[in-house]
T-cell receptor, first 116, second 118 residues
Framework: AQKITQTQPGMFVQEKEAVTLDCTYDTSDQSYGLFWYKQPSSGEMIFLIYQGSYDEQNATEGRYSLNFQKARKSANLVISASQLGDSAMYFCAMRDSQGSNYKLTFGKGTLLTVNP | GAVVSQHPSRVICKSGTSVKIECRSLDFQATTMFWYRQFPKQSLMLMATSNEGSKATYEQGVEKDKFLINHASLTLSTLTVTSAHPEDSSFYIC??????????????FGPGTRLTVL
């Protein structure tokens, strides 16, 4: 069974600094995808970044980058130059390739607070 | 980009009544939609996978007779909470799979529906 672990219930960062949110995963699949979503207090799930298990380079999307260490089964999210609007819950998720429905398994999330 | 809407965004009902939540993919067809439930300060838990034209697949522990799912068209899936009770109060979120999307963005999430059962 798949499992996503986010060990940081809460994180604090000063505005304009970088922050790393941890995510480790467990799967027996060779082909899988890793995702990070942001959920502000409004509740909507905002897709941030994706990393495929066969991608050799770390994914980047603007201020977001994913530090993918396959051997360690970790997929940490790095947010550079934090902004006040980055304060939100952040969820790491994994999708396997088995079957045709591509279900997502989510971690418990990390609540990020950006201080001015 | 792909947009998924949910209606209503918020609903308050009395115990014992049924509530229907709609999930629509606005600019793409979705043969597969997913329904999640999220309790306060917790993660998203997949309830069921909704496939257009066929019965939904429920996750273990989810009562199919209580949470009725209908996916009658390629752009609409509905979740009906039957005989709702206070313990059903939660945030319900749907997502839709874009068949033409790649690995990264094939699931688009709706804004969620907050259900409160009195």
């Amino acid at each position: 069974a798949q499992k996503i672990t986010q060990t940081q219930p809460g994180m604090f960062v000063q505005e304009k600094e970088a922050v790393t949110l941890d995510c480790t995963y467990d799967t027996s699949d060779q082909s899988y995808g890793l995702f990070w979503y942001k959920q502000p207090s409004s509740g909507e799930m905002i897709f941030l970044i994706y990393q495929g298990s066969y991608d050799e380079q770390n994914a980047t999307e603007g201020r977001y980058s994913l530090n993918f260490q396959k051997a360690r089964k970790s997929a940490n999210l790095v947010i550079s130059a934090s902004q006040l609007g980055d304060s939100a819950m952040y969820f790491c998720a994994m999708r396997d390739s088995q079957g045709s429905n591509y279900k997502l398994t989510f971690g418990k999330g990390t609540l990020l607070t950006v201080n001015p | 980009g792909a947009v998924v809407s949910q209606h209503p965004s918020r609903v308050i009902c009395k115990s014992g009544t049924s509530v229907k939540i709609e999930c629509r993919s606005l600019d793409f067809q979705a043969t597969t939609m997913f329904w999640y439930r999220q309790f306060p300060k917790q993660s998203l838990m997949l309830m069921a996978t909704s496939n257009e034209g066929s019965k939904a697949t429920y996750e273990q522990g989810v009562e199919k007779d209580k949470f009725l799912i209908n996916h009658a068209s390629l752009t609409l899936s509905t979740l009906t909470v039957t005989s709702a009770h206070p313990e059903d109060s939660s945030f319900y979120i749907c997502s839709a799979k874009n068949e033409r999307g790649g690995w990264a963005d094939t699931q688009y999430f709706g804004p969620g529906t907050r259900l409160t059962v009195l």
